[in-house]
């Protein structure tokens, strides 16, 4: 037996392999071995003591010698000593993965079907809860996200399919994707669902509503200002107006337009409106409410007015200004031309203002730096 720490040399080895080559072992062999291992543990073969020391020395080893193989390898990847095995080979260049190609063909699309299928119908039934449902990211996983991502951008921003591959090629990429829907008979997972019958979509729309970005005004700023200057072309515009028209002639859908509308110019009001009105009764203010259209100041319906010092408060959602006038600073101008020209003065609360904690005190400051004359009724 060699002692401890012995290695064999290559000379050795050589020899070794040659020895054993083309030799297997026999039917006898290995039906003995069989015999002796098959069924059993190191513990019925060594022994409670040995067992503990062969799998004390045995832990981590299998991991460690991954590692050492997968960095060593990297390494002379990167300083060229050995090229990838694989390296710039693909269906067109090689053969085998042709062949390869051929009998993995539809077979990874069905075996997704299959398990989207299942998966499905348990959710339907209630088997299976979704993993994520009722989860949320905490604040430092989002933070971590967004630190992540930050100034990556995809390849194709801005550009589509013609832009890209241009008008040949893309009409065929669609064409190809097109086929393999049709053929394989692709469903959309939340088709024939809703709100009433599944609660994984009512939890997201409730969700959506509270938690909704596009609330934000620093979101819908970024939104409005990539929007614009964009026009729909013809195409889309006869698309948009061909669906529309069949969509108003079913009466359920031409109803709830007409409803919903309706409600819209009814609702007055507003929430930031009924808030400044409290104000007002709260302090003794004299402002009389007129944003529902019974009085105009050079064809503009002020919110609330002051009849004798010719005062006139302007309530008002940023989003809103920032989408009909370009911005916040054109609406203000364009109002202050309307009133100033008859001589009257305006006051402008926003979002920032009511959305607060104090946002009774911000209010009052307002109209006090504004106007000394409010100083007698305000205290």
Known sequence: MP??????????????????????????????????????????????????KIKEKLKGRKILWKDKIS???????????????NKNKTKENYEP???????????????????????????KSGEIIPP????????EIRKKISIGNKGKFSHRKGLSMKNEYGEEKAKELINKRVKTFKTNNHTSWSKNLTKENTEFL????????????????????KISIANKGRKHSEETKKKISENLKKLWKNEEYRKKVITNSLKGLMKR????????SALCFKYNLPFIYKGNGDFLINFKNPDFVNFKDKIVIEVFYSWFKIRDYGSIENYKEFCRKKYNSLGWKVIFIDELDLNNNNWEEKCLNKIQENFEKCEIFIK
């Open 3 to 52: 002692k401890k720490g012995y290695k064999l040399t290559d000379e050795h080895k050589r020899k070794i392999g040659l020895s054993c080559k083309n030799k297997h072992r026999t039917q006898e062999s290995i039906e003995k071995y069989k015999k002796i291992r098959i069924g059993k543990s190191y513990e019925e073969i060594y022994g409670i003591e040995k067992a503990k």
């Open 71 to 85: 960095k060593t390898l990297k390494e002379k990847y990167k300083k060229g000593l050995i090229i990838q095995p």
């Open 97 to 123: 993965f042709k062949k390869i190609s051929k009998k993995l063909k539809g077979r990874k699309i069905l075996w997704k079907d299959k398990i989207s299928k299942t998966l499905k119908e348990k959710y």
């Open 132 to 139: 994520m449902l009722y989860k949320q990211h905490s604040e």
């Open 202 to 221: 009512k939890y997201q729309s409730e969700r959506m509503l509270k938690n909704n970005p596009s609330k934000r005004l620093e979101v819908r700023y």
């Open 269 to 276: 009001p507003t929430s930031f409106e009924q808030k400044i």
